[in-house]
Nanobody, 119 residues
């Protein structure tokens, strides 16, 4: 059974940094793309970042480009998203996703982790 567990959210001041974790189980980790979506109150979910299977070039949405880094820890079957210079508009529930189609199919979703950025 495919499992995705997002964690690492919390309260951070504007300008600060946060690292989110997506722990996975139930599938061959290296064969899947893993990504992050977020949803702010009253808004649709939007893509944040995606790292392909293997060591392909990651995707970053324009609103985090230059201040985000997505990475894999193969020993832990875990993907991380590091966000720097956080802004109040980053406040959202962040979800991790998995598929075998570069985060375009998003077959599997984890539960969300709340991120709140104070000004």
């Amino acid at each position: 059974e495919v499992q995705l567990q997002a964690s690492g959210g919390g309260l951070v001041q504007a300008g600060g940094s946060l690292t989110l974790s997506c722990a996975t189980a139930g599938f061959t980790f290296s064969h899947y793309a893993i990504g992050w979506f977020r949803q702010a109150p009253g808004k649709d979910r939007e893509g944040v970042s995606c790292i392909p299977d293997g060591h392909g070039t990651p995707y970053y949405a324009d609103f985090v480009k230059g201040r985000a880094t997505i990475s894999r820890d193969h020993a832990k079957n875990t993907v991380y998203l590091r966000l720097n210079n956080m802004k109040p508009e980053d406040t959202a529930v962040y979800y991790c996703v998995a598929d075998q189609n570069y985060c375009l199919s998003r077959n599997y979703w984890g539960q969300g982790t709340q991120v709140t950025v104070s000004s």
